[in-house]
């Protein structure tokens, strides 16, 4: 399925959802290819796109076609704004002499399944290399959907792997107070979710 816009044409969740699900793998390459060899291993592909994806949905409300490549144009800008702050940040890093540890990216991306599978199991299960692929960029691009905090408090637990008592600290909230935000989190995560379900490779 591929989306075009009319001139004007303003764009809702699920119709930006639609356009990030068809570019997602584009532009990780793209992102992978501007990225200097000596950084590759300081800077995570997806996390740039994570920024991505919420500077996108923040800004839907303003945005408003004014061609038919209006908003690959308009994400492109956004790509190659993160791209050249995560490169300073990756040279400021590799000055300073500290370093990512080399298989946080592999890790991130199982983190991404594991929380597919979670709140999508009965959707659809990834059954292959491009299905799985598909489903780390449904989680980050509906995860970008969500309100803050509860973006941060689902990043936090399920991604990052801490625990609800120091989600709790980090985000200065009580224990109780964090458990309703990953409980609604979840809930309004598997509800993102389902329109991406026409986009996967492996079946309908």
């Known amino acids: 399925m591929t989306h075009t816009l009319q001139q004007n044409a303003q764009i809702d ?4 959802l639609g356009l990030l699900m068809e570019r997602a793998d584009r532009l990780q390459t793209y992102i992978r290819r501007s990225m200097p060899s000596d950084l590759m291993r300081l800077v995570s592909v997806e996390d740039i796109l994570q920024e991505v994806w919420i500077n996108v949905f923040g ?5 408003r076609a004014d061609g038919p490549d209006s908003f690959d144009r308009w994400l492109t800008s956004l790509v190659q704004r993160r791209l050249v702050d995560a490169i ?17 990216v592999q890790m991130r991306t199982t983190s991404y399944l594991n929380l597919f599978d979670r709140v999508a199991c009965k959707q659809r299960t990834p059954s292959s290399e491009d299905a799985a692929k598909e489903a780390v960029h449904a ?9 803050e ?3 941060c408090a689902i990043t936090m637990r399920h991604l990052d792997g801490h625990s609800q008592a120091e989600v709790a600290v980090a985000m200065a909230r009580t224990l109780p107070a964090i458990n309703s935000l990953l409980y609604r989190g979840l ?4 509800a993102r979710l389902e329109p991406a379900r026409r986009f996967f490779s492996d079946g309908g």
């Open 139 to 147: 989680v980050q691009i509906a995860l970008s959907t969500l309100p």
């Open 187 to 190: 809930r309004m995560l598997r």
């Open 149 to 151: 905090d509860y973006r």
């Open 13 to 16: 969740e699920a119709l930006a």
């Open 88 to 104: 300073r940040k990756a040279r400021s890093l590799k000055r300073g002499g500290k370093r990512r540890i080399g298989d946080r």
């Open 59 to 63: 800004g839907l409300t303003s945005f």
